[in-house]
């Protein structure tokens, strides 16, 4: 098989210390890069969707010459027990790496235990207290994404979901980049429709909010411009009528979104998605994208003119508004809700929408100044 390298890159403005490697069935791989590593312990994390999978059973039957266990317990949130209980166990078995094959939540989990095996105290204390600071590197960390959407296999922080309905993120430029990503778009042929939709729409989200966040540079541009022309031209055919040439560009235009965003953060249609999900279930990547064709029609205008000349040209648009209703339709074809009121939201759930939403610093990431005021005209006016 052939997989592109990517090697860390290291400029003046943007920073990629991970290394990764992007092509169909890449994940053979995995085996000569604990090999060369020198990797004498490692724990294995997957997803249940993974673990039921022929593919799974290939990876075990590859790795049986290798010194790896496979964590047993199932993952179904990035929180803080199933953290905490990774992290104790890591330490009681003295791992030196964690590789982790699944979607956003297993990523996210694994690469919190990854960090916080070679500290001291609970994830709890790094988030809600504050009382103790990422200082050192973690477990050698290898992130193999199963969807086309989180790009968390290339950035610098984890979605942690706490006790209290809040979302929290683990943060540290300098340590929490995963050592390594595969990026193999075998492992999402046999996403559903759903979670196609979803993670598909959360990646051209987070691509549109890299390209038009206060924080983009040159290279973020490039990367989040090539992801948007990307994921617009295949997310539907890969809702709809999937192909493998389909689920690999997919899985480009989402490793891209990745590459872009890690250097950016988010913005506020990622603030505004946190207490959706926390408070009301609704899933990630439909949280994020039913405000963005809204938010876009205010935004795409405050950039500047060359700025929305490209970024209206990968979406095929030659307005901010039709920039935004490409968006709007695309969801519509693949399902999702564009409005608030569809997903189960009552209009006196605006003001905890906007309080949580403020709980984050997305929200001053773009060109738009937005107060709790103006966010609840905004939300009430496309609820
Ligand atoms: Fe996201």
Known sequence: MKAKTFEPKKTKRYSM???AYFGRNSLQLLGNIIVEKSIHSALLVCGEHFKKSDDYRQVISNLK?????????????SDFSTINRIVTYCRKYRYEAIIAIGGGSVLDTAKCAAILTTHKGLIEEYLVSKSKKITAKGLLYIAIPTTAGTGTEVTPWATV??????????????????????????????LNQKDTATSGMDALCQAIEAYWNKHHNRQSDIYALEAISVIRTNLENAVRNPTKKIRDRMAW??????????????????AVSYPLTARWGVTHGQATSVTLPS???????ALPKNRQKHLLSALNAHTPALGANVVEQLMIRIGLKIKLSA?????ENINVIIEDSFYTNRVNNIPLQYDKQRLKRFLVAIY
Request: hydrophobic share 35%.
């Open 17 to 19: 210390p991970t290394k």
């Open 65 to 77: 010459e290798t010194p790896i266990d496979v964590y047993n317990e199932k993952i179904k949130r």
């Open 161 to 190: 979901w706490g006790d209290n309905k809040r979302k929290y993120s683990l943060y540290s430029k300098g340590f929490m980049f995963p050592a390594i990503a595969i990026v193999d778009s075998h492992l999402t042929d046999s």
């Open 253 to 270: 235009g989402s490793f891209m979104q990745g590459l872009a965003f890690s250097n950016t953060q988010t913005t506020i249609c990622h």
């Open 295 to 301: 938010f876009m029609r205010g935004i795409i205008p």
């Open 343 to 347: 997903l189960g939201i009552t209009k």
